[in-house]
């Protein structure tokens, strides 16, 4: 059984900083693609920020260079450390893995994303 938990979220002021993580258990996590999501109330969930199983990334336009996405492969975790964060960076946060292994996901779509965590809050005050 595939499983994912998020941690880290909170509330933080604009400019402050944020590192989620992400366990995963029940499948091989080092050959699949891995991402965040966010969603905000009554908006889709976007992806923000995708890993895939060769290192490559891909970051939506309004986290790239504030956000960086990485894993720890022993550890089976995937991390989204937030720089510089912003009130329209609120919302709820999902890790995700692709639905098998080695398959390209750098488009952020959520249908190339078969298992997700339950998500972690995250809220920006200015």
């Known amino acids: 059984q595939v499983q994912l938990a998020e941690s880290g979220g909170g509330s933080v002021h604009a400019g402050g900083s944020l590192k989620l993580s992400c366990v995963v258990s029940?499948?091989?996590?080092?050959?699949?693609?891995l991402g965040w999501f966010r969603q905000v109330p009554g908006m889709e969930r976007e992806g923000i920020a995708v890993?895939?199983?060769?290192?490559?990334?891909s970051y939506s336009a309004s986290v790239k260079g504030r956000f960086t996405i990485s894993k720890d492969n022993v550890k089976q975790s995937l991390y989204l450390q937030m720089d510089a964060l912003n009130p329209e960076d609120t919302g709820m946060y999902y890790c995700?893995?692709?639905?098998?292994?080695?398959?390209?996901?750098?488009?952020?779509?959520?249908?190339?994303?078969?298992?997700w965590g339950r998500g972690t809050q995250v809220t920006v005050s200015s």
């Open positions: 995700a893995a692709g639905r098998d292994p080695y398959v390209d996901c750098l488009w952020r779509r959520e249908r190339d994303f078969a298992y």
């Open positions: 029940g499948l091989a996590f080092a050959e699949y693609c």
């Open positions: 890993l895939h199983h060769d290192g490559r990334t």
